[in-house]
């Protein structure tokens, strides 16, 4: 059975600070994604991590995979309050063209002025 | 820009009804699902479609069928609606491998 776990589930952080955000993962998979959701809101994709060594990054946040430590990062750079929301990663499981994910349980940052 | 579309964003229900909640995307994508979300969670699958007619049981089916006779169109029915079920659910829609585009929510309540 896949799991995915992400860590830590609760982040509090200061404006200004670095942190990263762990998300673990069972099964082989090459197809990685993070989605963010706001309070009140629905999921928004972020980043699509498709094979080992990748790397994207979109203003503040920057996700990698590495497919052989089954294991996908989000690094937060000089956190603003704006960033405040829910993270989540999800695995596909790629054994057909179905795209069907399994989620983590989600990182909530809060970040303090 | 994709557009999921959930038929409420509130509903209330009664222990035993059968509840139909309704989505619909603009985007001739393949893929539909839905989720529920709660709290500690995440998002859990209930079911999933790949193409018109065909269905597929996800992690928590039980309790709940789903239909999908028209390819825009993804329907989740709870048979006889019981108060665990009260959550919220989340509609997708996707092709192949793209990312997953989601719906606003259905905060559903079982009373």
């Known amino acids: 059975e896949l799991k995915v776990e992400q860590n830590p589930l609760f982040l509090s952080m200061q404006e200004g600070k670095n942190y990263t955000i762990y998300c673990n993962y069972s099964?082989?998979?090459?197809?990685l994604y993070w989605y963010r959701q706001d309070p009140g809101k629905s999921l928004e994709s972020l980043f699509v991590?498709?094979?080992?060594?990748a790397v994207k990054q979109e203003g503040r946040l920057m996700a990698s995979l590495d497919t052989k430590a089954r294991l996908s990062t989000l690094h937060i750079t000089a956190a603003v309050h704006d960033l405040s929301a829910t993270y989540f990663c999800?695995?596909?499981?790629?054994?057909?063209?179905?795209?069907?994910?399994?989620f983590g349980q989600g990182t909530t940052l809060q970040v303090k002025p | 820009d994709v557009k999921v579309t959930q038929s409420s964003r509130y509903l209330v229900k009664r222990t035993g009804e059968k509840v139909f909640l309704e989505c619909v995307q603009d985007?001739?994508?393949?893929?539909m699902f839905w989720y529920r979300q709660d709290p500690g969670l995440g998002l859990r699958l209930i079911y999933f479609?790949?193409?018109?007619?065909?269905?597929e049981k996800g992690d928590i089916p039980e309790g709940y069928s789903v239909s999908r006779e028209k390819k825009e169109r993804f329907s989740l029915i709870l048979e006889s609606a019981s108060t665990n079920q009260t959550s919220m659910y989340l509609c997708?829609?996707?092709?192949?491998?793209?990312?997953?585009?989601f719906g606003d929510g259905t905060r559903l309540s079982i009373l």
């Open positions: 479609s790949y193409d018109v007619k065909m269905k």
């Open positions: 985007m001739d994508h393949e893929n």
């Open positions: 997708a829609s996707s092709l192949y491998y793209q990312p997953q585009h």
């Open positions: 999800a695995v596909d499981l790629g054994s057909s063209n179905t795209g069907k994910l399994i």
């Open positions: 991590l498709l094979s080992n060594g």
């Open positions: 099964t082989t998979s090459d197809r």
